[in-house]
């Protein structure tokens, strides 16, 4: 068992004048090169937990570790330069004012990452490409591009300082059902070619199931199953699993075969 | 159904931005707005380098005169020309309303942007400073410092400028925080970025149209305050001239000469509405969801 | 027997058509399934057929109901079919209902409007309707108000609200996207289950093929402003005519389907 790239324990996370704890309890870990999902309904956690593996909030109780140490520990650039985000909805998680260029540049500016300007820019370039976007796309604004193509920036923006983890809060689900698809092969791609490991968090099973090696289901504030993705799936242990499996709507099966 | 019908999100966002006026640079109030503005700020230059006659130049041949080719304004009550002295009121009006707008802006705006950036305690106690001095009437802060420092014009920009400042830090304050909630600000913290960068690169640049506009408004405020505390005595001291201290000494003649009170009055009405004026369409220029929609849905 | 008919409907904002050419019809126990993505074109053709299009947008084409051409009528004739022939039912709940008025009023609302009922029997039906839609305690949940109750059941509130004057076609746009998907579920099931014992016309409006298919017989696809497809669903699932229609129903299985012991390898897309 390889030793947990970031791990959270017993993590609880109250907020003001609420009786229940938005996070109660969790413990997560997760493994370098393991993809892991994140999964709920609205009000499980899922989205105050990203936050805390995220170190933008901090928990009531409990700890976050990177690599084994605390995140008070580690320096704070070395740990953004490893953990990267992306966010649900490139409409908000874009600068409307900034150029691609310079979005796709603020951490390598801001973790101070490259030699110098030109140094930035190549590698601004080399992320562009490697999302399917074309260097010179550099010089435009977020609003010259459509839903998926935005979704690409934000992307690009959290590969460019080549980070070992990437979190995802529902990255696909702000877009068209048609670009979904693209967006997921994306993410499924560069995990393979980067050595990523990738913690989604999506309220669909259906999209974690296709881009994630283990599974964490949560409910209320708590983890309800958890264990590889198609043990879960399969033959899932927790009643509420099995209600959330249930509830996906489905194609007919037998045209699914037939494809 | 009787139920407002057009709210479904999708159908809000197909609808929205073609239906919207958009007459940027040509809307009217624009256009009203500047070039009111510009005949007061051509008074004001011109006074710099020509005036019809000197400030204290009296004809008492001439006194309450009505307006003619040779007063354009008429003459007050000492028989000196009120064009000149609108002309050179016109300067101490706008060099009062720049100046103590800066002031309010030198101020407000770090405040402002302090409250959004820290913590709720400091945004709890910035907010209750900026209420108590929003509730504090300007005119009366400026008597408070009047009695202390004597009247000048330094005294008057400042008590004017302290006056706005809280309006624009609350404006600040405002849409700071708003700008603050976006993901792309959260997205920033992850990059690593600090505050004062965030402030500068993602915060200013999303609030300055906003701020903009405030200060046209308050421009507007000042002249109004400026002319209030001359009227008053407490502004700007004789013999440097001032619409509000025009219309003071012309108040007892009103019966004879009407238009000596009339014409301060007016300057100070023209200079109001056009900077108001010219404050709503650069509103409607500066709000950038005007400006992104159409061409993002061109695509 | 046909109830709504609607033929060469285009609808254009400033001469530049939003949607060209669409048509259909529904006759009573009809399922009709709209998909179509955000600007396709898919919500403005159902308010067009509750002639509700916002100012400035101009509509051209046939709009039948019961045989009579509404397409410019004057909102005054419109107002006694809406609710009363043809009813909506909007993604989002919360702002589709009055925030200040106890649901059960609301529900009561179109009932005196239309039925000319009195106060108390209208607000009795509203209780029945409330069970209808099997609202827990419904004598209490009438004099709630909407944001006191959940999304799910702000979504049945609206559906005993659309359905109490016994319209005879429901339109329904994106009903479930706002929601989770166990409440989408269970919505999706009442849905069914009211359309069924009510004889109702449906047209369901959604971008998400999988939800529509599981309850709609026939099938538009709308893209663009144009319809590209259409059909039974079965035919339009299995045989799609149009690019855009194939990519729509690959990209739906390939997304909708779970993972199966063996093929969960973390990069997607080569399980066959």
């Known amino acids: 068992m390889t030793e947990p790239i970031l791990s959270g324990h017993q993590l609880t996370r109250r907020f003001p004048r609420r009786s229940h704890p938005a996070l109660d309890g969790v413990d997560i870990s997760v493994r370098p090169g393991v993809s ?65 260029a310079s979005i796709v540049g603020e951490p390598l500016r801001s973790l101070r990452i490259g030699a110098d ?60 059902v048609s670009v979904r698809l693209q967006v997921i092969d994306l993410l499924s791609d560069l995990v393979d070619r980067l050595g990523l490991t990738l913690v989604l968090v999506s309220h669909d099973l259906a999209i974690v199931s296709q881009l994630c090696q283990e599974v964490l289901v949560m409910r209320h504030g708590r983890v309800v199953e958890r264990g590889p993705t198609a043990d879960v799936l399969t033959r899932p242990v927790d009643e509420y699993t099995r209600t959330l499996l249930a509830a996906i709507p489905q194609l007919p099966t037998d045209l699914l075969e037939e494809q | 159904m009787t139920t407002p019908l057009i709210e479904a999100s999708e159908t809000v966002d197909a609808i929205a931005a073609p ?11 624009l256009i009203v707005g500047s070039v009111l503005l510009l005949v007061v700020l051509a ?55 720049v100046s103590s707008v800066a002031v309010a802006f030198a101020l407000g705006t770090p405040l402002g942007l302090l409250a959004a950036a820290a913590g709720r305690l400091v945004d709890d106690a910035v907010a209750g400073v900026i209420d108590i001095v929003i509730a504090f009437p300007t ?44 993901d792309y600000v959260l997205a920033a913290r992850t990059c690593g970025t600090s505050t004062p960068v965030i402030l500068i690169r993602h915060v200013l640049p999303n609030i300055w149209h906003t701020l903009l506009v405030q200060a046209t408004l308050a421009f507007g405020v000042a002249v109004i305050a400026e002319a209030s505390l001359s009227y ?41 509405v056009g900077v108001n004026l010219l404050g709503d369409g650069l509103r409607e220029i500066g709000d950038p969801q005007l400006r992104t929609r159409r061409r993002a849905t061109g695509r | 027997m046909t109830v709504l008919e609607t033929s060469g409907l285009t609808i254009t904002l400033d001469g530049e058509p939003l949607v060209r050419d669409v048509g259909f019809e529904l006759a009573a126990r009809d399922r009709v399934g709209l998909i179509g993505e955000s600007g ?69 609302g179109p009932l005196r409007l239309h039925h000319g009922l009195n106060r108390s029997d209208a607000e009795r039906r509203a209780i029945e309707w409330c069970d209808r839609v099997h609202l827990p305690d419904p004598a209490r949940l009438v004099r709630a108000l909407p ?25 329904a746009d994106e009903p479930t996207t706002a929601l989770d998907v166990t409440v989408q579920a269970q919505i999706l099931t009442l849905l069914d289950e009211l359309i069924e014992e009510t004889g109702v016309a449906l047209l369901f409006i959604s971008h998400d093929l999988p939800v529509v298919a599981g309850l709609a017989r026939q099938l538009l696809v709308m893209r663009d402003g144009r319809l590209v497809e259409s059909g039974p669903v079965d035919d339009v699932l299995r045989r799609p005519r149009s690019d855009y229609g194939r990519q729509l129903v690959a990209s739906a299985a390939r997304v909708t389907r779970l993972a199966r012991p063996g093929s969960v390898s973390g990069t997607g897309g080569e399980d066959r």
């Open chain 2, 43 to 97: 008074l004001a230059l011109v006074s710099l380098v020509w005036t019809p006659y000197g400030l204290d130049q009296a004809d008492p041949a001439a006194r309450l005169a009505g307006p003619s080719a040779q007063h354009w304004a008429g003459t007050d009550r000492l028989g000196r020309d009120q064009f000149t002295q609108l002309m050179l009121g016109a300067r101490t009006a706008v060099w009062i309303g």
């Open chain 2, 19 to 29: 239906t919207r006026p958009r007459r940027g640079w040509r809307s009217p109030s």
């Open chain 1, 36 to 100: 892991l999902g994140i999964v709920g309904e609205s009000g499980a956690g899922k989205s105050t937990l990203l936050r805390l593996l995220l170190g933008v909030d901090r928990p009531s109780s409990g700890e976050v570790r990177f690599a084994g140490q605390p995140l008070d520990r580690v320096r704070p650039r070395e740990f953004r330069r490893q953990v990267q985000v992306v966010f649900q909805d490139p409409r908000s998680s874009l600068n409307p004012r900034m150029s691609v």
């Open chain 2, 139 to 182: 005119l009366l802060l400026a008597m408070l410092l009047v009695t202390v420092y004597g009247a000048s014009t330094t005294v008057a920009i400042s008590a004017i400028g302290i006056g706005v400042s809280a309006e624009v830090a609350r404006l600040a304050r405002i849409s700071a925080s708003r700008v603050f909630t976006q």
């Open chain 2, 232 to 272: 008053l005595g407490l502004g700007t001291p004789p013999p440097a001239p001032s619409w509000g201290r025009m219309l003071q000494e012309a108040q007892s003649t009103v019966g004879v000469a009407p238009w000596n009170v009339l014409l301060p009055g007016l300057a100070v009405a023209v200079a109001v």
């Open chain 3, 147 to 171: 944001h006191e109750i959940s999304g799910g059941q702000r979504q049945r509130v609206a559906l005993a609200m659309a359905l109490a004057c016994r319209p005879r076609v429901l339109i």
């Open chain 1, 117 to 176: 300007r030109a140094a930035r820019a190549e590698r601004v370039a080399e992320v562009l490409t490697a999302v399917g976007l074309r260097p010179q796309d550099g010089r435009r604004y977020p609003h010259e591009f459509s839903g998926g193509q935005r979704q690409r920036i934000a992307i690009a923006r959290a590969l460019a300082p080549a980070p070992r983890v990437l979190l995802a809060d529902e990255p696909v689900s702000a877009l068209d």
């Open chain 3, 40 to 108: 396709s074109g898919k919500s403005l053709t159902a308010l067009a057929l509750l002639g509700l299009l916002p100012a400035g947008m101009r509509a051209s084409g046939r709009i039948l109901i019961d045989g009579r051409d509404y397409l410019d009528a004057p909102d005054r004739q419109w107002r006694r079919v809406r609710g009363r022939t043809v009813s909506i039912v909007f993604q989002e709940p919360l702002t589709a209902l009055d925030p200040l008025m106890p649901v059960g009023r609301q529900i009561a």
